[in-house]
């Protein structure tokens, strides 16, 4: 069974050309396996090049006990698969494909070029020398007994493979391909799937239409956002329907979280953290003379027209001007801002929940479907922007090539328990 040749005659299917997808198909080919990757798109890595116009932050530099802490309550699964291919080794990855890359100034890691398409051009025609066959406008639609069942241009047509890789990718930016529809195809075969929800993703306010129109677009830099006791520093952006931007994504599996459980989230804003409040109420105190109070407000602590705009929307605003200058820094300090709903997943950043680890094996092979393996983001986790996508999402498909590997050299193995 482990004679090399037998071994290069393995088929493998990989369905979807994501990230996850196209580090298996490179890991399988570069090991002499027969790869397909089936893409329903015309083409592959397209959340990968939307990634890389804002950037492309590949992954983060920080301590890797840390970095494997934005997982959340998936740390502990994801630790091991993170270890065995971790922030270091996407890097060199990055760089064999000549885009060398660098370590920001918040610590996360870019391509120097701040671009996913030199990457993704570099990455797929080194697989196509490997011989990974591309078969996009492919879309998968299930089993027919031991038979993967695409839909093309031409009709229904059906593969069979020694092992199957899915990476379908989660459910937002649909446009681009992942839509979540293998929902429901899991859960016939007995897979449990988390629903699919929001993450990294704005929230619904009910702003005043003289609010709105005054400020829609503006951003508010250099605040703190709070939920309970966790924190996040940094911007975040009035729209229309709400807000979004970095500190909101941070904090944005926990607020949706409360939301779940309450129907609404009350975060609080600190709207000068770079002052504590003594020195706010001192300054506060300062006789207003005649300036009409956001004049007042702007002079004397060089608040943003947008976060006096925020003051003003409070029930309460008409008595701001009589409050203490203590109850008044207190708001400027702790300012509370209630959040209706997550913004639709079509247009959220990442997908939190999916196909549960119960359900697959230590290799991320599927329990009840051996020889079927999943990586990527329809795996149950989520974690913050920062780079933290792409390393799981890539480590996943890392990890996973490696099962097909083992699972091709030994199918008769005795399944060994699940992952979580
Ligand atoms: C605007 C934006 C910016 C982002 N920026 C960053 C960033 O800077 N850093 C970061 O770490 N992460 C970022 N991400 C997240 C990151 O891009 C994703 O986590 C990552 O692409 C997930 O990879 P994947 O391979 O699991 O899934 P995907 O990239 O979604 O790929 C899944 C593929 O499967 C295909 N597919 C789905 N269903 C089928 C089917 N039935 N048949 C055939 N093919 C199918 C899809 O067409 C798709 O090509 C960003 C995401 C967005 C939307």
């Known amino acids: 069974m482990n004679n090399p040749a037998t071994m290069r005659s393995k088929t493998i299917a990989i369905i979807g050309g994501g990230p996850a997808g196209l580090m298996a198909a490179d890991i399988l080919s570069a090991r002499g396996f027969q790869v397909s990757l089936y893409e329903r798109k015309p083409s592959v890595g397209r959340k990968l090049l939307m990634a890389g116009r804002g950037g492309l932050n590949l992954t983060h530099s920080e301590d890797i006990e840390l970095f494997i802490q934005k997982y959340g309550d998936r740390a502990g699964i994801l630790e091991s698969i ?6 270091s080794a996407l890097r060199a990855w990055c760089e064999e494909l000549g885009e060398k890359t660098f370590i920001g100034s918040s610590g996360r890691i870019f391509p120097e070029n701040f671009k996913a398409s030199p990457l993704l051009r570099a990455w797929t025609a080194r697989m196509e020398k490997q011989g990974v066959h591309f078969m996009p406008n492919y879309e998968w639609q299930g089993w027919a007994q031991d038979h993967l069942t695409f839909k093309t241009s031409d009709g229904t047509t059906t593969i069979k493979a020694d ?3 899915l990476a379908l990718g989660g459910a937002s930016w649909p446009r681009l391909g992942s839509d979540g529809l293998w929902v429901s195809l899991l859960e016939k075969e007995g897979v449990t799937v988390a629903p699919l929800q929001p ?3 704005g929230f619904c306010v009910h702003w005043s239409s ?4 005054k400020f829609a677009g503006h951003p508010l830099k250099g605040i703190t956002i709070c939920l309970e006791s966790t924190k996040a520093y940094g911007e975040i952006m009035i729209t229309a329907k709400g807000v979004e931007g970095g500190a909101i994504y941070a904090l944005s599996s926990l607020i949706r979280e409360e939301i779940n459980k309450k129907y609404s989230a009350t975060i609080h804003l600190d709207l000068k953290p770079d002052i504590n409040l003594d020195s706010l109420k001192e300054r506060l105190q ?6 009409s109070f956001s004049n007042y407000l702007r002079g004397a602590l060089n608040l943003p027209p947008v976060a006096i705009g925020l003051l003003m929307e409070l029930p309460e605003r008409t008595m701001l001007r009589d409050y203490s200058a203590h109850k008044l820094a207190s708001l400027i300090k702790k300012y509370p801002l209630t959040l209706q709903g997550p913004f639709p997943i079509d247009r959220a950043i990442s997908t939190a929940g999916g196909a549960a680890f119960e359900s697959v094996n230590e290799d991320l ?5 051996p020889g079927v393996f999943l990586a990527g983001e329809m795996l149950d986790w989520e974690a913050p922007t920062g780079g933290y996508l792409l390393q799981a999402t890539i480590a996943t498909g890392a990890h996973a090539a490696r099962g097909i590997i083992k699972w091709l050299e030994n199918p008769e193995k005795e399944l060994s328990h699940p992952l979580s």
């Open 82 to 87: 993170i270890h065995a291919f971790p922030p």
């Open 163 to 165: 092992a199957v890789l």
């Open 199 to 201: 993450s990294n993703c």
């Open 210 to 213: 003289v609010f709105l129109e």
């Open 286 to 291: 300062k006789p207003r003379g005649r300036k």
């Open 365 to 369: 092979m599927l329990l009840n479907k």
